[in-house]
């Protein structure tokens, strides 16, 4: 299916153009499953009426309206258990967590010597504080990090450039393949989120490498890491350090297993599967063999 790139974050005519001509593409689907927040309103107003909903952000401000609104009329999917609790009001059909296919990230052997930060240059991921953790660990640090916006330039600029050196160096925006193998030899992944991310999608690519993931125990953060297991939950700067200091404890097999078990695309497309059909079919139930 044809898509396209819109650099006009929150651009409501742009995507309201998007979503009248998918609408009119997809009228022969059975189920439409629509990831866009203005889709579903032009759904249900032309008739539509098997269609589901996902929300990839937080349900805030005037989201949780718009989306308790949608949740009385059709299914609503949420992406973690966390995102669907800190809207309540949001009547919720199911949580489906994101998958990827682990044979697309090789499991690599962590022998690189140093933590890897991999994200947004913004404060609410944390970067600031990943880059004083690995120094206080006296832990070499790469920085793997988008810089698009002036917000994430000025906190750079502000917060994070007086940091470099000492082991904290930048390494920028990264390719897909640059990003395997950075992921593959990372001691860890430093992950000290400030804010309740819906799922953090970085992590599951992390352990599918065998790279544990030392991070905050917000958000969805503990569906993904087992404490002590995958990685280390911990929720202030010298409980970090803590973590650094241990990782060596931590086996990158079970690492790469929990993503295979819990997260691959397998499991993920079983699962809409089963919401597709549930959608078409309310009530079915599978017959035994006879």
Known sequence: MPTAAIDRIGAGDVELSHVMHGYEALASCDVVHDHSLLGPAWALAVGHDCVVATCHGPFDGQLRDIYRRYGERLPVVAISRNQAARAPEVRIDRVIHHGIDPDQFPIGRGNGGYLLFLGRMTADKGVREAALVARAADHRLLIAAKMREPREHAYFTDQVKPLLGDGVELVGEITNGDKLALLGGATALLNPIHWPEPFGLVMIEALACGTPVITCPIGAAPEIVDDGVTGFLR?????????????????????????????STRKMVAEHLALCRDTLYPGWRPTAAA
Request: proline content about 0%; overall charge negative; glycine content about 6%.
């Open 235 to 263: 929720g202030n700067h010298d409980a970090l350090v803590d973590a650094v200091e241990r990782i060596g404890e931590l086996d990158r097999d079970a690492c790469r297993a929990a993503v295979i078990r819990r997260f």
